[in-house]
Every structure is written in C-alpha cells, then in structure tokens.
C-alpha cells in the first residue's frame, strides 16, 4: 500500500502531501514512543538499587512489557546510558573525596592515583560498550579536574616556597636596629636581586618589603620610622615609594597604624605616670602639705602633667595650703595638751589633738574590744581616762566615741556580746568620773549603760541586757511616759524640785568656791530642769538626777568668782573654758575701772552682765547700787579668745611675732615670704585667736597671698611644641659610634630620679636627662659628626673644645689620673657613672649662659620658668653653644607666647652629605620635656626599648 501511494502520489500532487502529512504523523507518534521510552529507562535505572553489585550485572536487564518490540533496542540503550551517567557521576564524587583526602598526605603521586582511579572505575564494563563510555566521560572529566587542581597547588608551592624564602631573608636582614638608610642598601643590593632570581617581581618584592616593616613596626609597639625606607632614594634619583606607585596608600596606611599604635602606647604609659604623679602629690599634700611650694607647682606644669592650666596648680595649692594650715594649727595646739590646758581649745580642736596623741591607743582598745578582751579594755580605758583628764580636755576621743556609739546603738541580741560588754567595761571605768563618762555616754546609749551595769547586781547578765534595752526600747518609753502621767509620779516632781534647791545636790562649780550670790534663782531654774528631765526619765536614779542638775547647772550658769555672781549664758556655752574666761574678763574689768577710785569709792562699784538676747552676747556695766556705768558690749566668745591668748602665746617670741603681724595687717602690703617664716604663728593664733586678728584682719592677709601667689603661678609661661612624636627618636644622627639605647634611656631615667630627690635642682637635673637623650651616650671617644671638630665622649663633651679644661673635667668625673690620657685617646672607655659625672661638671657652664640670656630677655624671667623649660634651654645652649642667640625665642618665654616660641627653638645640623636640616629627633625630644615629666618618662622608656644592637633586634616578639 505503501509503495502504491508513493507511486501515484508522483503522478498526483495531492497524493504527495498527503504521504508527507502521514510521514510525519508517523514520525512525531514514533518521537512520542522514544520519549515514553527514554523517561521509562531513566526511571528504571534511577530506582534500581547498585549497592553491593556492578553495572555489568544489569547490561541484560529484561525490557518491561509495556516497551514495544520495535523500541527495545532503544530501551536497552536508553537504560545504561542513564545507568552509566548516573554510575559515573557517583565514581567521579568518590573520587574526588578520595583525593581531597589523599593530595595532603606526603608522597602523594597524582599520576598512580588517576591510574588506580580509572581502573577501579572501568573495571568489568569492557562488554558493555554503552555503560563504560558513560562512566569514561566522567572519569575523563573528573582526571581534568584533579589534574588541573593539581597543577594549581604545585604552582602554590612553588610561589610559597619562593615567598617564604623571601620574607624569611627580609626579616632575617631588615633588623629593628637599624637605621633607615643601611635598611635601603640590604634591600636594593642584596633582597631585591635575590627576590628577583627566585622569580619574583619588584612589584611583588615591594609589597613582601611593606609587610615585614609592618611586622617589624608591630614588634616595636608601632614606629613609623621604618617605613622612610620607602622615602629613600636610589642611583636614579627614584625613591622605592616613586618605583611602586600602586603601593603608596598602603605604605601610608602602614605609617599611619604604626604612627597611632605608638602615640596610643605613649599616651597610656603617660597617662599612667601622670596617675602615679598627682598620687604621689596628694599623699604629699596630705603628709606635708606646707612642702607644697611654688617650686613644686613649676615642677609639674605641663600639657600632659599633674597641672595643664594655671587654674590647675592655683587650685592644687590653695588646698595645700589650707591643709598646711590646719596641720601647723593642730601642731602649735601640742602645747596646750602638753601643758594642761586642753580645755582653752574648740571641743573640734580637742579632739584632733587627743587624736594625734591618744588615738592609736584608743584603736587598740577598740580592737581588744572586738576580740572580747575584756580586761585589756577596761584597762586600757581608765589608762585612756586618767590621761585625757589630765590634759583638762572635755571632747571625746572620736574612735573611742564610735566605738561606743556603734556597739551599743546597734540592733540587741539575746545576751551582751563581748563588744557590749567592753563597752560596759569602759561604762564603768569612767563612772568614776562622770562628767568624762557623760562626753561618751549620751542619750540611750547611756540609758543602756546605766540600766545594764545596774542590773549586773542580780548576777543575770542576760537578764541586765535585755532589761537594759527594755527600757529605752518603744514599749519601754510608753511604759515610762505612763509613769509620768499618773498622779503619784507628779508628787514625786515637787518633792524633786524641793530637793534640788538644797544644799546636798548644789553641784560643785569649777573653780566657784562655793555658791554663788545668786544661788536661789539659780537653784530654781535648775529645779525645773531636774524636773523636765525626771518628767521624761520617771525611772531615773536619785544619783542621775544629781549629776543632770549638776551638768545642766554648769553648762548653764557661769559662776564669776570676781563677783560671785552666776551668770546664765545661752544652753550648753558653759564650762571650764567659760567660767575662767568670764571670770578673768570680770576681774580686768573691775580692776581697770577701780584703778582711779579712792578706797571708799571702789568698793562700790561692781561689774555686772546683762544679757543681749540669747547668743552670748552681753552689756558689760559697772554698778553702784542705782548708779549704772556702761562699759562695752561683749560676747562670750571674745572673752574666751582673750584667755586663750593670755594663755598660749606667751613666750616672747611669739609676742614679738603677733606684733609684727599687726603692722604687717597695718601696712596693706603683702609679703609671701613673711607669711611663709610666719606660717606657725599665724596658723596657731587661726585656731587660739588673737584680740584684733580676728577673721577679717587675717583673712585680709589670706585674701592678699593668694592673689600674690596666683600672679607668681600665672606668671610661669604654658609653652608647648605640639605632640610629642617618638618617630625620629631611635637613632642618634650619624656618628661614629653605635648608641646603646637602653643605656641611654637608663642614664637619663636616673637623672629624673635625682629631681625628684632634689627640688631645688630639678631644672638642672632634668637639663642632663635631655642632653643625655639628644646626645646618646657613648662611653667610648668617637668622632663627632661636624667637620673638623674632634672627638666626642660621653653625653656629647667635645674634647677638642673644652681641650683647657679636660683633663680637670674628666678627674673631676671620677676618671683616675692615670687613665685620663687612655679616654680621651680612645684607647680606654668611662664608666656609666663617670659619664654621667662628666656630664654634670660641664652642664652648670651652658646652665648659667641660659639663665644669664633670660635674665638679658627680661628681669626675673629664669625664675618664672618651669624646670622643663629651664631644660630645654638649657639643652638649646649645650648644643649650639649658648642661648643669647634666641632672642625670639626668649621673647616668646617672656611673653607666653607658645607659638612663638614654637618657630623660635629649631636648631640646625650638617648632615654626612654636607646639607644643613632641621634638628627634628632634638625639637622631639624638647616637645617632649615641655610635655611634663610624666610625658618625658614615658618618652625615655619609650626610647630604651628601642634595640640598638642585633641581640636586642633578636629579642623581640
């Protein structure tokens, strides 16, 4: 049929189409077939299950029913093409692991393990022509791939081993000990051309050179000097940084780290000393305050030291001063405690002094206390009783007073601890003597006390203890307040009032020989009293109603023993103090206005003190029966200041001393020096008080010194250079001899040592630490780095210079005759201390050219300057040879005038190619002295741990 359509189909058009309409049909449904096909063997050769068997065992897998006979064969091909893919791709991941695990074993061959590869995974599939070209394609991609990678790594290794063999010979060579200049000459004549041979680019040499500066910056704690290698140029007129371009913003950011990692090292290590200094200043102050003098100011200005401002050390000094004040005070009251006559001071003042000598003693019978030993606080309390009586002092010792306070206030247990027990030990040691008793024992406290050691009587201790604090507990008062509001407790207030004005409970007036005129009125004003306090304390004793009439009366009444009067003073102004004041006051009085009187007359008349309100203060008048003399108006106070000054300025040089302070007062001028020699004496009549050197007159004085001494402190110049930079520190310019830089820095430590063991001398001593960091320290003659100008030894003495005076100097350094000629002709080196002597017989000439310059500049100016300016100066003279050159310079001091100054100090050498430059690594160190002392240390540190030699390059980390 077939072959008939096409045969008639060539004859009829139509015919034709329709054959190839039907062609097609037949070709898209066979299409059809082979993708149903195709899906079936994929599906068939996903599901089956490999493990444990080889592909060639499913070469024959039987064709499924549902493939058409004509489409078997397809199939069958269709199944282990998708088999073999499906098997390669699975060998080609197991060999890739097993590479990855086999290529970092040593010895590992890429070759014998591809080969092993291959055969393991086309082992069997010889007969199956389909199957093995699947899983050789994979095999053949997957040797592509490993091949290529290995490749790869060999290339890593090789350029590895090159880098490392570079960067191992550039850290081996480019050493921290040396300079810039002999780094360039390693690297362009040596490391380049040995980087080169091994392959590898000046591009690539360039950037193996930025990274071991960078680590040998880091090693450093960050110099930014290493990189000026980059800066350095060749034959051909190039720098490094010029030949690598692309290099230039990493070489910068490399400086720059570097630049911050130091300046942040330098600035702790600062900061840190800056603590350690103004600590040191204020256990200064706190030890010896009055040691705090314009000098120490001076010595610690600085940008970066204890006082930045004037306003800082102002402030500092005023507090030292006022501590020195009350430290010099304290110390003149000694005599009234060693004298007896603590009761002439403040109860304030009384106490510091009783601290200053029975403090300690107090604290060991406290701490006796808290360790329970009874015994030894009783002891120790009536020893502590007998000698505060003895001094006449009526304020309690502050450490005894808390111990107290704390240990019988705080929260009661069941039964008496041995702290409270000590506490009662002391109770009643000092019963013995109760008005010493009652400056301790107040209030509850002495409630507790007294209700305790009374309940003792029943041998119950813990019974006394809680009844003790029964009483002065809430329920306790209300109970008591019960008391006092029934109708037979107010019987017993009348019998007290009664009772109080007799004879037998008059307490015994200090020094009142007896009572008084008045005695009376004064007794009914004190039954009151008894009354008010029995009204609230119905449990009371009959003996502790004595002593509070007692108390009460003479903390009241002042019994003038010139008239016999008792006068009321204002509560609690009473006293031992008082009543001889008054009564001294009294008898001046009396005398005075007598004095002119006949005998009959005088008898007459008799002072008399009227109260002006209720402070103390009184209308002092003469009377004569009805006759009135107004005398003056006069505070209790001012009489009592009359009798400490009678009293404790007695000698006739401190009588001497007040009066030249009076005309000092009088003169309206102000002496700091004065002041100064005067500083006990004023301190003293500051805490006894002086008739007309009273606050107003001696606060005129105050007032007019610190005003004096705020224009001496801001009078000394606030110079600076900028920041302090260590990047051109390392290495002294160009000489001879090699530097030891721990040396140096160690010698030029010692010198600040020294100023501060010498305040007097600090300008000098901090000259020698700079010079000696400018110079570099060299114990050896060696050239010096101007032409024509000899040698050098030490810190910088120039032989040939000070050839008249050398041999001196040097035996004066300590350098034995006989060796003399050895040094200076190289043949014998000094000793560390000889050089650091042979720098201090020279420094006082170049010290005396700098003050004679600034004294030329402006009168008084080397005074006014801080010891680190005097330094730089000083150092600016040494170098060049005198100072009288820098007039702009010494103008600017003189002026204050920081910036100035800045552009007026830069000092100049030739270097070895003949060219004049700026002294940069000197002005460094200068900005640095300028800085403060805190600043300067952590600069010399910084300096000494910089290595000078290959030892110390080697040893860093």
């Known amino acids: 049929m077939e072959g008939l359509i096409r045969g008639l189909s060539e004859l009829n058009p139509s015919?034709?189409?329709?054959?190839?309409?039907?062609?097609?049909?037949?070709?898209?449904?066979?299409?059809?077939q082979r993708a149903e096909v195709n899906a079936l063997a994929q599906q068939q050769a996903d599901a089956l299950d490999m493990t444990g068997k080889s592909a060639m065992e499913f070469a024959g897998n039987p064709t499924p029913a549902q493939v058409p006979p004509a489409l078997?064969?397809?199939?069958?091909?269709?199944?282990?093409?998708?088999?073999?893919?499906?098997?390669?791709?699975?060998?080609?991941d197991q060999g890739l692991a097993a590479y990855n695990e086999a290529k970092e074993q040593p010895g590992f061959n890429v070759d014998a393990f591809l080969g092993e590869y291959r055969a393991k995974s086309l082992g069997g599939l010889e007969g199956v022509p389909i199957l093995a070209a699947q899983v050789g394609n994979q095999v053949n991609a997957?040797?592509?791939?490993?091949?290529?990678?290995?490749?790869?790594?060999?290339?890593?290794?090789?350029?590895?081993?090159?880098?490392?063999?570079?960067?191992?010979?550039?850290?081996?060579?480019?050493?921290?000990?040396?300079?810039?200049?002999?780094?360039?000459?390693?690297?362009?004549?040596?490391?380049?051309?040995?980087?080169?041979?091994?392959?590898?680019?000046?591009?690539?040499?360039a950037g193996s050179l930025l990274s071991t500066l960078t680590a040998l910056s880091t090693k450093m704690g960050g110099n930014p000097g290493v990189f000026d290698l980059f800066d350095r140029k060749g034959a051909d007129g190039l720098s490094l940084g010029a030949h690598n371009p692309e290099l230039a913003n990493n070489i910068q950011a490399a400086r720059?780290?570097?630049?911050?990692?130091?300046?942040?090292?330098?600035?702790?290590?600062?900061?840190?000393?800056?603590?350690?200094?103004?600590?040191?200043?204020?256990?200064?102050?706190?030890?010896?305050?009055?040691?705090?003098?314009?000098?120490?100011?001076r010595a610690n200005m600085g940008k970066s030291g204890p006082f930045a401002t004037h306003d800082e050390a102002f402030a500092y000094w005023k507090r030292a001063q006022a501590a020195a004040v009350e430290k010099l005070g304290i110390q003149q009251l000694q005599s009234a405690y060693d004298n007896r006559q603590m009761w002439l001071l403040d109860p304030a003042d009384q106490q510091k002094v009783l601290e200053a000598n029975l403090g300690p003693h107090a604290l060991r019978m406290a701490e006796a206390a808290r360790q329970g030993d009874v015994a030894t606080v009783a002891t120790t309390a009536e020893q502590l009783m007998r000698a505060q009586s003895a001094t006449g002092a009526k304020a309690p010792l502050q450490a005894l007073e808390q111990f107290i306070n704390t240990t019988v206030t705080s929260m009661p247990g069941k039964a008496p601890t041995p702290a409270f027990e000590a506490a009662a030990a002391i109770y009643k040691a000092y019963s013995t003597d109760p008005a010493f008793r009652d400056i301790y024992f107040k209030g509850d406290t002495a409630e507790v006390m007294r209700g305790y050691v009374a309940g003792l009587g029943s041998g119950d201790k813990e019974a006394a203890y809680q009844g003790a604090y029964r009483a002065v507990s809430p329920e306790g008062k209300a109970a008591a307040a019960a008391v006092a509001a029934s109708p037979e407790f107010k019987d017993k207030l009348a019998t007290v009032y009664k009772d109080v004005q007799g004879s037998s409970w008059w307490p015994q007036w200090a020094g009142g020989n007896g009572r008084p005129s008045n005695?009376?009125?004064?007794?009914?004003?004190?039954?009151?009293?008894?009354?008010?306090?029995?009204?609230?304390?119905?449990n009371a004793s009959p003996e502790a109603l004595k002593e509070f009439a007692a108390d009460w009366t003479s903390k009241n009444f002042i019994h003038d023993t010139n008239t016999r009067i008792a006068v009321k003073v204002p509560a609690g102004s009473g006293g031992q103090l008082a009543?001889?004041?008054?009564?001294?006051?009294?008898?001046?009085?009396?005398?005075?206005?007598?004095?002119?009187?006949?005998?009959?007359?005088?008898?007459?008349?008799?002072?008399?003190?009227l109260p002006t309100g209720d402070t103390g203060r009184f209308q002092v008048v003469m009377q004569n029966g009805s006759a009135i003399r107004h005398i003056e108006s006069k505070t209790l106070q001012e009489m009592q200041q009359e009798l400490r000054s009678t009293k404790m300025f007695e000698t006739p040089e401190e009588k001497a001393g007040i009066e030249a302070i009076f005309k000092q007062v009088r003169s309206g001028q102000v002496d700091l020096a004065f002041l100064a020699a005067h500083g006990p004496l004023l301190a003293k009549i500051r805490k006894v008080g002086v008739p007309g050197l009273g606050a107003a007159e001696l606060g005129k004085l105050h007032t007019a010194g610190e005003a004096e001494m705020l224009a001496r402190v801001k009078s000394i110049p606030l110079l600076a250079l900028g920041p302090v930079d260590t990047s051109s520190l390392q290495f002294v310019r160009q000489r001879g001899a090699r530097v030891d830089n721990k040396l140096t820095a160690q010698i030029a430590a010692s010198f600040t040592t020294q100023a501060v063991a010498s305040p007097g001398a600090i300008g000098a001593s901090l000259a020698a630490s700079l010079i000696t960091m400018a110079e570099g320290t060299v114990l050896q003659a060696y050239p010096d780095p101007a032409k024509d100008a000899g040698n050098n030894l030490g810190m910088g003495y120039n032989l040939k210079a000070n050839a008249a005076t050398r041999d001196a100097d040097l035996k004066r350094a300590g350098v034995p005759e006989d060796r003399i000629q050895d040094v200076i002709e190289g043949r014998a080196q000094l000793t560390q201390d000889q050089a650091r002597r042979l720098l201090q017989v020279t420094l006082p000439t170049y010290t005396q050219r700098a003050q004679r310059a600034a004294e030329a500049a402006q009168p008084g100016l080397w005074n006014r300057m801080s010891p680190t300016q005097q330094a730089v100066m000083t150092d600016i003279a040494y170098s060049v040879g005198g100072a009288d050159q820098f007039k702009k310079a010494w103008a600017a001091v003189a002026s204050g005038?920081?910036?100035?100054?800045?552009?007026?100090?830069?000092?100049?050498?030739?270097?070895?190619?003949?060219?004049?430059?700026?002294?940069?690594?000197?002005?460094?160190?200068?900005?640095?002295?300028?800085a403060g002392t805190p600043q300067w240390n952590a600069t010399v540190e910084k300096y000494g741990s910089f290595p000078s030699n290959q030892m110390d390059a080697m040893a860093l980390k």
Do not use: C
């Open 72 to 92: 078997g064969k397809h199939y069958r091909e269709a199944f282990s093409t998708a088999l073999g893919q499906r098997e390669g791709i699975k060998a080609k």
């Open 15 to 32: 015919l034709q189409r329709y054959a190839a309409s039907s062609m097609q049909l037949e070709q898209a449904q066979i299409e059809a």
């Open 897 to 930: 005038d920081a910036e100035g100054f800045k552009a007026a100090v830069m000092t100049t050498y030739v270097n070895k190619q003949g060219e004049r430059v700026n002294d940069t690594r000197r002005f460094a160190l200068r900005a640095a002295m300028l």
């Open 579 to 609: 009543q001889e004041a008054l009564s001294a006051y009294s008898k001046r009085v009396t005398e005075e206005q007598r004095a002119g009187l006949s005998v009959g007359q005088a008898d007459g008349w008799q002072v008399n003190f």
């Open 256 to 297: 720059n780290q570097a630049q911050a990692l130091s300046d942040a090292k330098l600035k702790d290590d600062s900061q840190q000393r800056n603590f350690v200094t103004m600590t040191k200043l204020e256990q200064q102050l706190k030890d010896d305050p009055a040691s705090i003098t314009l000098d120490v100011i």
């Open 519 to 538: 005695a009376p009125a004064v007794t009914a004003m004190a039954g009151r009293a008894v009354q008010d306090y029995y009204a609230k304390n119905p």
């Open 142 to 205: 997957f040797e592509v791939q490993v091949r290529a990678d290995a490749q790869r790594r060999a290339m890593l290794r090789h350029d590895e081993t090159r880098n490392a063999t570079v960067a191992q010979s550039f850290t081996d060579n480019l050493r921290a000990d040396l300079p810039p200049d002999a780094l360039f000459d390693i690297y362009t004549s040596r490391l380049l051309p040995q980087a080169e041979s091994l392959g590898m680019s000046k591009k690539e040499a």
